[in-house]
């Protein structure tokens, strides 16, 4: 393997790393607003989505809000472990996929205890304790669907499988994280904030993977599969 081809900081990687740098900077901004008390869109957008609300909707919301708690997300874990495991053989992935997801999750543990803001009070359709930026639901989300995408994005040669699974993803990032400022359990703000870190820890983490298994484009990785 050659120094080139070892080299982290080309192509692809560096467009995530700077994907990476660029979601840690909007996340740390949001922060200070957000302490600030300075989002002053919060409140307009928490009673733009509300004025939807209808049985049917709220049902879905709390059916998305369960499939992004800990033991849905920890289930599709186990199963997307054993696909890499059993059938496609890419043990090393598997770190990749704990790395992500349940690092995400700690780190959503510390924020909360660190950032310590209250959760909303307007129009709560369900109740719930805790802290409330940034959304876990969110993290979870984002770090779960993004890292499955990106693991079984590798191992597609079809375009539109590509196209649809990343489809999937965004569609259930986004879904998860509308249902909680459906629900009444956290701002907007608090949603963003959890996609940004997510997505500046899983960028971060991406780059050191490939830079462990020297991937660094996309043609590497169809040669090895």
């Not at 994907?19 to 008390?37: R, Y």
């Not at 669907?145 to 191992?155: D, E, I, K, M, Q």
């Amino acid at each position: 393997m050659n120094r080139q081809k070892i080299h982290w900081i080309s192509g692809r990687q560096q467009e995530i790393f700077y994907i990476s740098v660029i979601s840690l900077l909007g996340f740390l901004i949001l922060t200070v607003l957000v302490k600030q008390h300075s989002l002053s869109f919060d409140l307009a957008i928490i009673s733009s989505v509300q004025s939807f609300e209808h049985p049917l909707l709220t049902d879905i919301a709390k059916g998305l809000s369960f499939i992004g708690s800990f033991g849905p997300v920890l289930m599709l874990c186990l199963i997307l472990i054993a696909v890499l495991y059993w059938i496609l053989g890419h043990r090393m992935e598997i770190y990749l996929l704990i790395g992500v997801v349940f690092g995400s999750s700690m780190l959503n543990l510390l924020l909360k205890g660190v950032l310590q803001r209250v959760r909303p009070d307007i129009n709560r359709l369900v109740e719930i304790t805790g802290y409330s930026y940034p959304s876990g639901h969110s993290m979870a989300a984002f770090s779960f669907y993004s890292v499955s995408a990106y693991l079984l994005w590798r191992h597609m040669n079809s375009k539109i499988g590509r196209s649809i699974l990343i489809a999937i993803a965004i569609i259930m990032i986004l879904s998860i994280g509308i249902s909680r400022i459906y629900l009444g359990v956290h701002y907007p703000s608090d949603v963003l904030g959890g996609y940004l870190a997510s997505c500046a820890w899983f960028g971060f983490l991406v780059c050191y993977y490939e830079r462990r298994m020297g991937a660094t484009d996309e043609s590497d990785e169809m040669n090895d599969l």
